[in-house]
């Protein structure tokens, strides 16, 4: 059997299928307004949508792939994709740029989860599917069993592994190009400090923010070492039951916790791990500078003074 890739990536940050649908759902939108729009069918090979259905609303930024409802269908060789849903909130219709970071960042997803299940669905043992699950699906899976209050000082720590998935990382990336693309410049300057306001840098400082000790001070201080050390097993727990501790970098999870000491350096090695991973992502989103500059149609007659 052939072996499925852990990390699904675009290339050099936004693939142009991301790109094109992008727009393609914009026009939607821009000509219709809020509402919801169904795609009866997109026949493009790179991803093939079929009765698709696009949900703009106006409400508090948010937005969602889901695809509780589809299926993927083989015909002429060719996979098809049923029944997605994306739904956007944006409380400012006059905001194309944000709906259009929006729209790419779940765009990521979408084509992700395409690519997973076609893999799967020519990767059959017998004649029957074996799903296959990225590292970075596993790792979630197990996270989301662990049920907090939203105020729970611990979802505060599920919230920083969520930001560090590998495919939230990717769709960061493509997030951030239709961001700077907004300035309507070339000048990579400005488009580096203007990076830096950016949704995709925030959560990168968050990241680079977390600190290990202070982390494990301030749950203790709120919720004492007893419960602290039993959210930290349980969510342990939950990422052997989806064999995430057969990795390398999370063997660290089967060690012992039995004082403030060594729960301060499991919580030390899941630092360690959230700055490294960020070290690479915060070179690709330098990266996607080049693609906005490259893809800007001011590039051959404007300049910046």
């Given at each position: 059997?052939?072996?499925?890739?852990?990390?699904?990536?675009?290339?050099?940050?936004?693939?142009?299928?991301?790109?094109?649908?992008?727009?393609?759902?914009?026009?939607?939108?821009?000509?219709?307004?809020y509402?919801?729009?169904t795609?009866?069918?997109?026949?493009?090979?790179?991803?093939?949508?079929?009765?698709?259905?696009?949900?703009?609303?106006?409400?508090?930024?948010?937005?969602?792939?889901?695809?509780?409802?589809?299926?993927?269908?083989?015909?002429?060789?060719?996979?098809?994709?049923y029944?997605?849903?994306?739904?956007?909130?944006?409380?400012?219709?006059?905001?194309t740029?944000l709906?259009?970071e929006?729209?790419?960042?779940?765009?990521?997803?979408?084509i992700?989860?395409?690519?997973?299940?076609?893999?799967?669905?020519?990767?059959?043992?017998?004649?029957?599917?074996?799903?296959?699950?990225p590292?970075?699906?596993s790792?979630?899976?197990?996270?989301?069993?662990?049920?907090?209050?939203?105020?729970?000082?611990?979802?505060?720590?599920?919230?920083?592994i969520?930001?560090?998935?590998?495919?939230?990382y990717?769709?960061?990336?493509?997030?951030?190009?239709?961001?700077?693309?907004?300035?309507?410049?070339?000048n990579?300057?400005?488009?580096?400090?203007?990076?830096?306001?950016?949704?995709?840098y925030?959560?990168?400082?968050?990241?680079?923010?977390?600190?290990a000790?202070?982390?494990?001070?301030?749950?203790?201080?709120?919720?004492?070492?007893e419960s602290?050390?039993?959210?930290?097993?349980?969510l342990n727990?939950?990422?052997?039951?989806n064999?995430?501790?057969?990795?390398?970098?999370?063997?660290?999870?089967?060690?012992?916790?039995i004082?403030?000491?060594?729960?301060?350096?499991?919580?030390?090695?899941?630092?360690?791990?959230?700055?490294?991973?960020?070290?690479?992502?915060?070179?690709?989103?330098?990266?996607i500078?080049?693609?906005?500059?490259?893809?800007?149609?001011?590039?051959?007659?404007?300049k910046?003074?």
């Amino acid at each position: 059997m052939k072996k499925f890739k852990e990390y699904i990536t675009e290339g050099k940050g936004i693939s142009n299928i991301n790109k094109e649908y992008t727009n393609f759902f914009t026009q939607y939108f821009l000509q219709l307004n809020y509402g919801e729009f169904t795609i009866e069918d997109n026949d493009n090979q790179d991803l093939p949508l079929y009765n698709c259905l696009l949900k703009i609303q106006k409400g508090d930024t948010y937005a969602k792939f889901n695809p509780e409802h589809s299926f993927l269908v083989k015909d002429n060789n060719k996979y098809k994709l049923y029944n997605v849903t994306f739904l956007i909130q944006i409380d400012n219709d006059s905001d194309t740029y944000l709906l259009k970071e929006l729209i790419t960042h779940e765009l990521t997803h979408c084509i992700e989860f395409y690519n997973i299940s076609k893999w799967n669905n020519e990767n059959k043992i017998n004649n029957k599917v074996v799903q296959i699950y990225p590292k970075h699906l596993s790792i979630k899976n197990a996270y989301t069993n662990i049920d907090v209050d939203e105020k729970h000082i611990f979802q505060n720590f599920k919230y920083l592994i969520y930001l560090t998935l590998d495919d939230e990382y990717n769709s960061r990336v493509s997030q951030l190009y239709q961001y700077l693309k907004s300035f309507n410049t070339t000048n990579e300057n400005i488009l580096s400090e203007k990076l830096k306001t950016s949704k995709s840098y925030l959560a990168y400082l968050k990241i680079e923010n977390f600190n290990a000790e202070y982390f494990v001070d301030e749950m203790i201080n709120k919720i004492g070492f007893e419960s602290t050390a039993k959210i930290t097993k349980e969510l342990n727990n939950q990422l052997k039951e989806n064999n995430i501790d057969k990795l390398i970098s999370y063997n660290f999870i089967n060690n012992e916790i039995i004082n403030k000491k060594q729960l301060i350096e499991h919580y030390k090695k899941w630092e360690k791990m959230f700055k490294f991973k960020n070290k690479k992502h915060l070179e690709l989103l330098y990266r996607i500078i080049k693609e906005v500059i490259n893809d800007n149609p001011l590039k051959e007659a404007y300049k910046d003074f």
